[in-house]
């Protein structure tokens, strides 16, 4: 029996045509000038082909599915925070206390956290989902960071989930993720798949100064230079994103990766974080192109790997507020935008059924 991944590949479809063409020619006919609602036109036309219905149903509910793990590059001193840090945030947003819970609440939006990593111990009845694979990966600077099992593990773990929420009614999910290193990791992924050097896609993370920002870099790059070799920025075939993944990522990140194959698969859209979410889907993208047609850009972090990152996507961001947090707050934040792109199709009177005149030419 093919495994769930290759499955969950295996049934994401292209977006709608008929919705498409039915949205756009919905949208010509609304009352107001052609254009003049920018972006968010093309974003309602779009849900109308993720949803395979036009006009698009509005995107509710919504959950933030905030994925935490640890990084064992963490020891070679890629952070200004201890490692403990990762456990005491997971509990700090299981009970209502960080940025992402408290947004989440403002948009009305559920937040799921699911332990896929973490060095630490969580502690009992916070209502974390415990899907632990190991405490912790592998420190990518002295050898891979995940195994391939762990890796696919951790894929179908962020799949699992994503259908949970689905089967639960979710209508719009949003990334998430906690890990201290990640952003060690995220800039390590994004060199590895577009074949930027480090130093162009490694930034500050939680707090890094320059020195320790041009240490994380090299760190990046000698081990990019150990793992990837000519593969690198050439991950064409899905065993070589698979590899990369496996080489340098996060079980966070391939839980992400996971996560958006399995909305895809189900027509559901995904609303993207900031740079650890941008580099998981450099890598669904690798496995399934067509994942990226369900990929909605929250906001560019200010991270520079994210930029690089929706650049190779072809993705343009709702936002930009030079936000670099993570855990899913920056793509919270998105959600009134996405949700209003779909109301307009749906709720904005067309010049006939208002007695409105149309354009005299």
Partial sequence: MP??????????????????????????????????????????????????????PIPAPVAVAVFAADHG????G?????????????????????????????????????DVGVAGEVPPGLGVVDRKIASGTGDFSVGPAMTAAECQ???????????????????????????????????ALIAAMTGAPAVDVTGPGAGSDAAMVAHKASVIEQALDRHTGPRRGVPGAE????????????????????????????????????????????????LCPGVTDYLIAGHRSSEPGATAALAALGLTPLLDLDLRL????????????????????RDVATFDSAGVSGRSS
């Fill in 153 to 187: 593990e951790a894929i179908e773990v962020g799949i699992t989930i994503a259908n949970q929420l689905i089967d639960d009614g979710v209508q719009l999910l949003v990334t998430g993720d906690l890990g201290i290193g990640n952003t060690a990791a995220s800039a």
């Fill in 326 to 345: 993570g855990e899913g707050s920056g793509a919270v934040l998105a959600v009134p935008l996405v949700q209003a792109s779909a109301r307009l199709l």
């Fill in 78 to 114: 890629v952070s200004p925070w201890p490692q403990e840090v990762t456990v005491q945030m997971v509990a700090n947003v299981a009970t209502g206390g960080a940025v992402v819970s408290v947004l989440a609440d403002q948009v009305g939006a559920s937040v799921v956290v699911v």
């Fill in 3 to 56: 495994s769930l991944l290759a499955q969950t590949i295996a049934a994401i479809g292209p977006l709608d045509s008929d919705a498409l063409v039915a949205a756009a020619a919905r949208q010509a006919q609304l009352t107001k000038p052609a254009g003049s609602m920018g972006r968010l036109e093309g974003l309602g036309e779009r849900l109308s082909g993720m949803y395979a219905a036009c006009p698009p």
């Fill in 239 to 286: 065993d070589a994103a698979l590899t990369l993944l496996a080489a340098v990522g996060g079980f966070e990140h391939a839980a992400l990766v996971g996560f958006m194959l399995g909305a895809a698969a189900r027509r559901k859209p995904v609303l993207l974080d900031g740079v650890i979410a941008c580099s998981a889907a450099l890598v669904a993208h690798a």
């Fill in 73 to 76: 590059v963490w020891a070679q």
